[in-house]
């Protein structure tokens, strides 16, 4: 099954830079979105506010990793899915989508907060901390949303079934996620932060080993 994880996220891989119209547009919608946020608020307010400034964050990287991470089997035709069930596991797929989706969301997520802190400043204390919930976060979105985008795929309406899935899946991973990287601004200690680390960890391996389990049900439907 590793080898067919490995073979699988190479595909993706190569894929991806045939065709970089994705992951490109992904980038100029982050870099779009930045820019729109310095013109509304840095150059009204002189200094944005640390809330405001995380805020922002997290919300262009929540839209950012839904509109990268729905195409995940969206964009598969049910010819390569029928040939992918003759040669693959469903765990390997799964394993497999999972591992690309947070690859590239821990790329555009490390684009976004290097462009995002340019633009607007970075206020960060502790960086560690802060790159390690920026980890967690492209870890947590990618495994929640690849689920939600198999189950989405089989629907007439995926698109939309993909945004309104997402988002109550998403939200408390998100407030978590905030509240780790209010911490790592304001510089508090590490210690206060260890709960909501462990946390975030336990749900990603959740999610992983629920995926893992469930989806060749819904692969053989």
């Known amino acids: 099954m590793f080898k067919e994880v490995a073979y699988l996220v190479q595909k993706d891989f190569l894929l991806e ?20 946020c310095y013109l509304s608020f840095r150059l009204r307010f002189a200094n944005l506010e640390v809330p405001v400034w995380n805020a922002l964050f997290w919300i262009i990287l929540l839209f ?8 995940s089997f969206i964009q598969e035709n049910r010819g390569r899915l029928l040939y992918y069930y003759s040669l693959v596991s469903p765990q390997g797929i ?33 960086d560690a901390l802060f790159l390690l919930t920026i980890l967690l976060g492209a ?43 209010k911490n790592a601004i304001d510089g508090l200690d590490r210690s206060v932060s260890l709960d909501e680390l462990l946390t975030l960890l336990a749900i990603n391996l959740i999610v992983v080993s629920v995926s893992y389990i469930l989806f060749p049900y819904l692969w053989r439907s």
């Open 17 to 36: 830079l045939r065709q970089k119209y994705a992951f490109n547009g992904m980038l100029l919608y982050v870099g779009s979105t930045v820019f729109v």
């Open 64 to 71: 950012t990793s839904v509109n990268a991470i729905a195409k």
């Open 139 to 181: 870890l947590g979105f990618s495994t929640s949303l690849t689920m939600i985008s198999s189950i989405a795929a089989k629907a007439a309406n995926s698109s939309t079934l993909m945004a309104v899935l997402s988002f109550p899946v998403i939200i408390p991973m998100l407030l978590m996620l905030m509240k780790l990287s």
């Open 94 to 126: 799964i394993l497999a989508k999972i591992v690309y989706n947070t690859v590239l969301m821990l790329v555009l997520a490390l684009i976004c907060y290097v462009f995002y802190a340019v633009v607007l400043g970075n206020p960060v204390q502790d």
